[in-house]
């Protein structure tokens, strides 16, 4: 009786094992797949009809991708594809674009198949898209038909992050891309486009400590890099391997997030002033990135919120950091009150970037202001305060006034 038992448990297993690894053969459109590192992706992928296998049911995961191949996955991947066949522009990613790729899109590729050519080179109509907006340099590639290298697919997804989200802060990423020992065999301007796809959490290193400078990408590689891409939750966390108090993510427009690297201890501090400053008008005001807008009221705020990049509704003032060329600003748009209900606001950052000089400031922000506001003559000027230049660009038509901050030199 023991003995039936003790079979009737094991004929049991065995026909678990056997049905879970069936389940798992059927997620597998192709033989040469199973247990690949990138199967889930793939699998998700070539559902979505980004990249086809082979007639022989074979995918070929880690075959090299030509150039051509990826520009089309590229332009793929942010389509959706329907129960009928054909594809659409993914409607978050027509809201990404900026003012002047949407029209592109809207007018030249309105009615786009996102199907090869039938006539002349297959890829073409994808080279073409990608190059319309931005994506792609084209000038770049000889011979759209080589196989992609490393260097090649960063420079692809640095161009693509500039027409869809933000760059990193460039400083933070050329530091983490510093730790690969390999990143000087790359140029110049491959090194800017590696540390922007590290950065981004999009590309990664091996665990020898290089980057792979040269390599070729694989099919396999290439679908999970452009998942990353167009998909934000499947990023690899980034964190800075510098734990300096210079460093600091801030939030960015679309509810993200980026490390901002300030030049120095005033700029960082500086990001403190603006936060309280933004308190001091209440709920009319945001801060994104290093830049605080003040609105005149919510109705204003709730425009400028809802407008596009191409629509002209702007707030009325906003105090911003330029880290990058080590810049303070002021920016006024001189409206009816307009002095009157930003007057603590300004008043608190100037008070901290000019200190005991902060009085002369404001003397000369204030003559200058009213007089624009007044509509009377006055011309753009450069002004010295203390350790200071003040750039004061006029815009009289528009009655707005910038002051551009930095130290002398």
């Given at each position: 009786?023991?003995?039936?038992?003790?079979f009737?448990?094991?004929?049991?297993?065995i026909s678990?094992?056997?049905?879970?690894?069936?389940?798992?053969?059927?997620?597998?459109p192709?033989?040469?797949?199973?247990?690949?590192w990138?199967?889930?992706?793939?699998v998700?992928?070539?559902?979505?009809?980004i990249?086809?296998?082979?007639?022989?049911?074979?995918?070929?995961?880690?075959?090299?991708?030509?150039?051509d191949?990826?520009i089309?996955?590229?332009?793929?991947?942010y389509?959706?594809l329907?129960?009928?066949?054909?594809?659409?522009?993914?409607?978050?990613?027509?809201?990404?674009?900026?003012?002047?790729n949407q029209?592109?899109?809207k007018?030249?590729y309105?009615?786009?198949?996102?199907?090869?050519?039938?006539?002349?080179?297959w890829?073409?109509?994808f080279?073409?898209?990608?190059?319309?907006?931005?994506?792609?340099n084209?000038?770049?590639?000889?011979?759209f038909?080589?196989?992609?290298?490393r260097?090649?697919?960063?420079e692809?997804?640095?161009?693509t992050?500039?027409?869809t989200?933000?760059?990193e802060d460039?400083?933070?990423?050329?530091q983490?891309a510093e730790?690969?020992?390999?990143l000087?065999?790359?140029?110049?301007?491959?090194?800017?486009f590696?540390?922007e796809?590290?950065v981004?959490?999009?590309m990664?290193?091996?665990?020898?400590g290089y980057?792979g400078?040269g390599?070729?990408?694989?099919?396999?590689?290439?679908?999970?890099?452009?998942?990353?891409?167009?998909?934000?939750?499947?990023?690899?966390?980034?964190?800075?391997?510098?734990?300096?108090?210079?460093?600091?993510?801030?939030?960015?427009v679309g509810?993200g997030?980026?490390?901002?690297?300030?030049?120095?201890?005033?700029?960082?501090?500086?990001?403190?002033?603006l936060?309280?400053?933004?308190a001091?008008?209440?709920s009319?005001?945001d801060?994104?990135?290093t830049?605080?807008?003040?609105?005149?009221?919510?109705?204003?705020?709730?425009?400028?919120?809802?407008?596009s990049?191409s629509?002209?509704?702007?707030?009325?003032?906003?105090?911003?950091?330029?880290?990058?060329?080590?810049?303070?600003?002021?920016?006024?748009?001189?409206r009816e009150?307009?002095?009157?209900?930003?007057?603590?606001?300004?008043?608190?950052?100037?008070?901290?970037?000019?200190?005991?000089?902060s009085?002369?400031?404001?003397?000369?922000?204030?003559?200058?202001?009213?007089?624009?506001?007044?509509g009377?003559?006055?011309?753009s000027?450069?002004?010295?305060?203390?350790?200071?230049?003040v750039d004061?660009?006029?815009?009289?038509?528009?009655?707005?006034?910038?002051?551009?901050?930095?130290?002398?030199?």
């Amino acid at each position: 009786m023991r003995r039936f038992t003790f079979f009737a448990i094991l004929i049991a297993l065995i026909s678990t094992g056997s049905s879970a690894y069936a389940q798992s053969a059927s997620k597998s459109p192709f033989t040469d797949i199973r247990g690949h590192w990138a199967e889930n992706t793939i699998v998700e992928m070539v559902s979505r009809g980004i990249l086809d296998g082979y007639p022989d049911g074979t995918f070929r995961p880690d075959a090299p991708v030509k150039v051509d191949q990826f520009i089309k996955m590229l332009i793929l991947s942010y389509t959706d594809l329907h129960q009928n066949g054909e594809r659409s522009w993914n409607s978050s990613f027509l809201q990404s674009l900026s003012a002047e790729n949407q029209t592109i899109v809207k007018q030249d590729y309105r009615y786009f198949d996102f199907k090869p050519a039938t006539t002349g080179y297959w890829a073409k109509p994808f080279i073409d898209v990608a190059s319309d907006l931005h994506f792609l340099n084209r000038s770049r590639y000889s011979d759209f038909q080589n196989d992609m290298t490393r260097e090649n697919v960063a420079e692809v997804i640095y161009y693509t992050l500039q027409e869809t989200e933000f760059l990193e802060d460039s400083q933070f990423s050329r530091q983490l891309a510093e730790a690969y020992g390999d990143l000087m065999s790359a140029s110049e301007r491959e090194q800017k486009f590696i540390a922007e796809a590290l950065v981004k959490g999009i590309m990664q290193g091996y665990p020898n400590g290089y980057f792979g400078v040269g390599d070729k990408v694989t099919r396999a590689q290439s679908l999970v890099l452009l998942n990353r891409l167009t998909d934000k939750k499947t990023r690899i966390a980034v964190k800075s391997a510098d734990n300096s108090d210079l460093q600091l993510s801030v939030p960015t427009v679309g509810g993200g997030t980026r490390v901002i690297v300030f030049p120095d201890r005033r700029m960082r501090d500086a990001y403190e002033v603006l936060k309280q400053a933004g308190a001091l008008r209440g709920s009319n005001h945001d801060l994104l990135d290093t830049r605080l807008r003040l609105f005149k009221d919510q109705k204003e705020k709730d425009a400028v919120l809802a407008a596009s990049v191409s629509d002209k509704v702007q707030e009325e003032t906003a105090l911003w950091l330029d880290p990058q060329y080590n810049t303070y600003g002021i920016t006024i748009r001189l409206r009816e009150g307009t002095l009157a209900r930003n007057q603590e606001a300004i008043e608190a950052f100037a008070n901290y970037l000019f200190g005991y000089n902060s009085a002369t400031f404001r003397e000369r922000f204030n003559d200058i202001c009213g007089k624009v506001a007044s509509g009377s003559k006055v011309a753009s000027q450069q002004l010295e305060i203390a350790d200071d230049k003040v750039d004061v660009l006029v815009d009289l038509t528009a009655k707005t006034v910038i002051f551009s901050i930095s130290k002398k030199s």
